[in-house]
């Protein structure tokens, strides 16, 4: 059995074996690598200082490198935020925190065409459904679609999109997926499926803008952002970052839902982004064999929400038996049936988002 020290020699060779494209240098040599401890089970434990220049994908790089070394039972990571160590160097202006950066000045981004945000109050209301199948049927109707996963902790459109590799680089650059012709990008291409996502604030807000700025996007027609549910890190980097059309809210019919909601859309409205939009899913369900209309929740909450902020209500989207099994095997409902009670309501509200998008 290798000794501590001679596993923890050979995690450094590992290590300094992969090179940061940025400095040219291996991560080790870079300073990267910092306060590492492996102890006499084999788990191997480290910080990464990772910049907001450096490529996400050495978080990934790195803890390969150390999984396939023989004896390392398991390894955990903190990950750094580079920048904001440099931050803190610096003397804090009268009155700063010294531990937080200033946030960055949102920058128009052209190529992007009309940036959109997809949010909720509350997990599990289908945000990341609705916002893959808007993706899928703008695309259907001939244009440019981008769709970015903000969500950092629960990225789910790898899944729904059917789309399950790392992304190349090229030229610096994070080469974006496809699926079903929208182009994609997820912390779920780089990270590991079961590796959880324990990420704090600066760290989020650098893979919110590493994924708009250093990302070779094209030239698109609208880019889509799939947030996490709720009113935090990602929602107010995304708004620091870049400037947005609007933001279309997801809810279902339940008072508690929209209640939830109705501050997520407070939320943006404090920061500068108009709410273009409400979308109540999970609004009803259609008998496939009579094509009975059943309520299965109370009705009428996207609409009360809707009413309440002074925004349009763009539509309501029914349950359907399939919609879950379809997402799994990442066809979106309205490229797998597009005639179908939510396909046919998604097509719809896609549409009608871009009629309120091109008014604005």
């Known amino acids: 059995m290798a ?24 991560v080790v040599s870079a300073g ?3 306060e590492l401890a492996v102890d006499d089970a084999g788990k191997v434990a480290f910080t990464f200082v990772l910049a907001r220049e450096d490529p996400a994908t050495l978080v990934r790089e790195v803890r390969k490198a ?11 990571i903190k990950v750094h935020d580079g920048n904001a160590a440099k931050a803190g160097a ?22 992007l065409g009309k940036v959109l945000a997809i949010s909720s109050g509350k997990g599990g209301v289908g945000k990341s459904t609705v916002s893959a199948n808007l ?12 769709l970015m996963d903000g969500d950092i902790y629960g990225p789910n459109i790898p899944r729904m999109m059917g789309v399950d590799h790392k992304p190349e680089i090229r030229d610096g650059k994070i080469q974006p997926l496809e699926g079903h012709g929208v182009k994609l990008m997820s912390l779920g291409f780089i990270v590991e499926r079961d590796a959880p996502a324990i990420w704090r604030g600066p760290i989020i807000m650098k893979i919110i803008q590493q994924f708009l700025r250093d990302v070779e996007w094209g030239e698109l027609d609208y880019f ?3 947030l996490p549910p709720g009113t935090g890190d990602a929602q107010l980097s995304l708004a620091q970052s ?10 279902t019919p ?40 059943t309520e299965v929740f109370l009705s009428g909450g996207g609409q009360r929400l809707a009413t309440e902020l002074g925004v349009p209500f763009l539509g309501r989207v029914p349950l359907q038996a399939n919609m879950t099994s379809l997402a799994d095997s990442g066809r979106p409902i309205v490229v797998a049936e597009p005639s179908s009670p939510a396909g046919l309501a998604l097509q719809e509200i896609a549409a009608e988002l871009s009629q309120q998008l091109a008014a604005r």
């Open 224 to 226: 889509i952002v799939d």
């Open 254 to 293: 339940q008072e508690m839902a929209v209640g939830d909601s109705l501050r997520g859309a407070k939320m943006f409205e404090r920061v500068g982004v108009p709410v273009i939009g409400i979308v109540e899913n999970m609004s009803y369900f259609v008998c496939p064999h009579c094509g009975e209309r």
């Open 90 to 111: 610096a003397r804090p202006a009268p009155g700063a925190r010294p531990d937080v950066p200033p946030p960055p000045t949102p920058i128009e981004q052209p190529n």
């Open 242 to 251: 870049i400037h947005m059309r609007g933001a279309l809210i997801v809810t």
């Open 3 to 26: 000794t501590r020290e001679t596993l923890q020699a050979q995690v450094e060779r590992a290590l300094g074996s992969l090179t940061n494209p940025r400095v040219a240098k291996d």
């Open 135 to 146: 993706a899928a049927a703008l695309v259907k109707s001939g244009l440019r679609v981008g």
């Open 32 to 34: 990267m690598v910092k």
């Open 66 to 76: 150390v999984q396939a070394v023989a004896g390392v039972t398991g390894v955990s």
